[in-house]
């Protein structure tokens, strides 16, 4: 009876290289115990682990609120989005609100929701950066709708229309001096007979 020794490490990565292409990196080709080792040894369970593991499902929700401000300037509106999404916004632990105002004379941003008269100054210097002499001097050629036109539409552009706010264990997560302001860069904005201004918030987060 002839006895085989189980061929060392280096004489099976000798057969590897005189095996023929065809052959050589076929597992069936190799030595069982050879093609065994050759495996990851946490392959099989992370996936088993990931299996075990539902995906989480995102949630989305959308909601359209109207506001006119009661004159031109900076007003705070984080009482009003809240409301609007208080029922929704509970149910998520995590997750981002985009919000988007639908008008380009009128703007979106976040600043200081104590003190009133930052509010004041922001209007001061956002009059002072475009003022409305512009519309006078030629600087500006769009001025059919009056003289606060041009500005509203540069003032809009300069602050933005979109706010991406984050979500965290079901509310908004501003900072504590942080508040939403709707800037409303038109004269004719005013209750009753201004511009009424839509704002979209659309929320995704998940529990």
Same mark, same amino acid.
């Given at each position: 009876?002839? /006895?085989?020794?189980?061929?060392?490490?280096? /004489? %099976?990565?000798?057969?590897?290289?005189?095996?023929?292409?065809?052959?050589?990196?076929?597992?069936?080709?190799?030595?069982?115990?050879?093609?065994?080792?050759? @495996?990851?040894?946490?392959?099989?369970?992370?996936?088993?682990? *990931?299996?075990?593991?539902?995906?989480?499902?995102?949630?989305? *929700?959308?909601? +359209?609120?109207?506001?006119?401000?009661?004159?031109? &300037?900076? $007003?705070?509106? #984080?009482?009003?989005? !809240?409301?609007?999404? @208080?029922?929704?916004? *509970?149910?998520?632990?995590?997750?981002?609100?985009?919000?988007?105002? @639908?008008?380009?004379?009128?703007? =979106?941003?976040? !600043? +200081?929701? *104590?003190?009133?008269?930052?509010? %004041?100054?922001? +209007?001061?210097?956002? !009059?002072?950066?475009?003022? &409305?002499?512009?519309?006078?001097?030629?600087?500006?050629? $769009? #001025?059919?709708?009056?003289?606060?036109?041009?500005?509203? /539409?540069?003032?809009?552009?300069?602050?933005?229309?979109?706010?991406?706010?984050?979500?965290? !264990?079901?509310?908004?997560?501003?900072?504590?001096?942080?508040?939403?302001? =709707?800037? +409303? $860069? %038109?004269?004719?904005?005013?209750?009753?007979?201004? $511009?009424? %201004?839509?704002?979209?918030?659309?929320?995704?987060?998940?529990?």
């Amino acid at each position: 009876m002839v /006895h085989f020794r189980s061929p060392s490490k280096a /004489h %099976r990565l000798f057969l590897l290289v005189l095996l023929p292409a065809s052959l050589a990196f076929s597992p069936a080709a190799l030595p069982i115990h050879s093609f065994v080792s050759a @495996q990851p040894t946490s392959t099989s369970t992370s996936l088993c682990s *990931a299996s075990n593991t539902a995906p989480a499902i995102p949630m989305w *929700a959308q909601h +359209e609120i109207s506001i006119t401000a009661p004159s031109r &300037g900076c $007003h705070l509106i #984080t009482s009003e989005v !809240n409301k609007a999404i @208080q029922k929704d916004i *509970a149910s998520m632990k995590i997750g981002m609100a985009n919000l988007f105002i @639908q008008h380009t004379s009128a703007s =979106l941003t976040i !600043n +200081e929701n *104590a003190d009133p008269d930052v509010r %004041r100054d922001m +209007e001061v210097a956002l !009059n002072k950066i475009c003022p &409305g002499q512009w519309t006078k001097d030629g600087t500006f050629h $769009h #001025t059919m709708e009056g003289e606060d036109d041009m500005p509203g /539409h540069v003032k809009s552009s300069l602050m933005g229309v979109s706010l991406n706010i984050p979500i965290k !264990n079901g509310r908004l997560a501003l900072g504590t001096w942080q508040g939403i302001y =709707l800037n +409303e $860069h %038109r004269d004719q904005g005013g209750w009753g007979g201004g $511009h009424t %201004r839509r704002i979209i918030i659309t929320l995704q987060g998940q529990s």
